[in-house]
């Protein structure tokens, strides 16, 4: 079945830097790329997506990046603030099929330290 | 507007036990789908269901049964508690599945014992 691999685990950063976290996928079907931050007691929120036939999307401080060739995408998040502490998963839908059938990957603790 | 609801939000169940875990979304999304999320880790896809009156398996079914007679709900049902069904489950709903955001609940955390 699809794989996908989500790094770092952790990420600790200052107040006003960036983060970037990555991922790679094995299905080269998968056509959509969302990224979900989850905070302390609460479901998974959508921040950012992209599909396939994009490369970049970017809305104000955050931006998705995805090299189709090398099966990977990354979470980029500029002016880093404290309330951007969460834990952040990518996922993909496998197999591209019309169901929404998502993958996960394992997820990334972020901490903004002020 | 609420969006997805899940009750209830805590559950201990004892061992072989059954339960239902109520979902239910008042954004007239056609796909609605049910996740379990095991202390850190990710999401994994437990059924999905494209419609009223269809769903289908995910990648972890095995222990859990669901149905959909309305647009609006879906619930999950676990007949026989196993302590390995100890996780935290989430209900999703999309307007047209495939490549369109999924809009989560908040989820309820179930204890076996």
């Known amino acids: 079945g699809e794989n996908v691999e989500q790094h770092p685990s952790t990420l600790s950063v200052q107040e006003g830097d960036s983060a970037v976290i990555k991922c790679t996928y094995s299905d080269s079907a998968s056509n959509y790329f969302p990224w979900y931050k989850q905070e302390l007691g609460k479901g998974p929120q959508l921040i950012i997506d992209?599909?396939?036939?994009?490369g970049e999307k970017k809305d104000q401080r955050i931006a998705v990046t995805l090299n189709k060739t090398a099966k990977h995408f990354s979470l980029h998040i500029t002016e880093t603030q404290p309330e951007d502490s969460a834990v952040y998963f990518c996922a993909d839908n496998a197999g591209g099929t019309s169901y929404g059938k998502l993958t996960f990957g394992q997820g990334t603790i972020l901490t903004v330290h002020p | 507007n609420a969006g997805v609801t899940q009750t209830p939000k805590f559950r201990i169940l004892k061992i072989g036990q059954s339960m239902t875990l109520q979902c239910t979304q008042d954004?007239?999304?056609?796909?609605m789908y049910w996740y379990r999320q095991d202390p850190g880790m990710g999401l994994k896809l437990i059924y999905y269901?494209?419609?009223?009156?269809?769903?289908d398996k995910g990648e972890v079914p095995n222990g859990y049964n669901v149905s959909r007679s309305t647009t609006e709900d879906f619930p999950l049902r676990l007949e026989l508690a196993a302590p390995s069904q100890t996780s935290v489950y989430f209900c999703?709903?999309?307007?047209?599945?495939?490549?369109?955001?999924?809009?989560f609940g908040d989820g309820t955390r179930l204890s076996i014992l």
């Open positions: 954004m007239n999304h056609n796909y």
């Open positions: 269901s494209v419609g009223a009156g269809i769903t």
């Open positions: 992209i599909r396939s036939n994009v």
């Open positions: 999703a709903s999309s307007y047209l599945g495939g490549n369109q955001p999924q809009h």
